[in-house]
C-alpha cells in the first residue's frame, strides 16, 4: 500500500526559547492512518552526533523508537497521538532545562 506525505513541518526556534529546530514528518496509507513518521527537535549546540538530533521519534528501520542524546531505545506504540505526545514532553523538558 503506498504512502503519501502530508505534514512536511519545519520550525526554527528562537534563541531564547531554546535555539534549533523543530521538525515534523507525518505519512498517510489510502484510508488516513498514519503509517510513518519522524519527530525531532535538532539543536547541533547540545549534541553535536546523530545529525543534532537531541530529541526525537520514527518508525523507521521497521520499528517505533526514540533517540535522545545518541541513544535509540525501542518503544511501545499505542497511536500516533501519544507518541506526538511523548515528544511534545520531552521537547518541553529539555526547554525548562535550558
Not at 15 to 38: F, I, M
Request: glycine share 8%.
Amino acid at each position: 500500500m503506498s504512502a503519501r506525505k502530508i505534514i512536511d513541518e519545519t520550525h526554527t526556534i528562537a534563541e531564547k526559547r531554546g535555539n534549533g529546530l523543530l521538525r515534523r514528518e507525518v505519512w498517510v496509507n489510502e484510508p488516513g492512518a498514519v503509517v510513518r513518521y519522524n519527530l525531532a527537535y535538532i539543536n547541533h549546540h547540545l549534541h553535536h552526533g546523530d545529525s543534532g538530533r537531541v530529541v526525537g521519534y520514527d518508525n523507521q528501520q521497521g520499528y517505533h523508537h526514540r533517540h535522545y542524546f545518541g541513544v535509540v531505545e525501542a518503544v511501545d506504540f499505542v497511536s500516533f497521538e501519544d507518541i506526538e505526545n511523548r515528544f511534545e514532553c520531552d521537547w518541553l523538558a529539555l526547554r525548562k532545562k535550558s
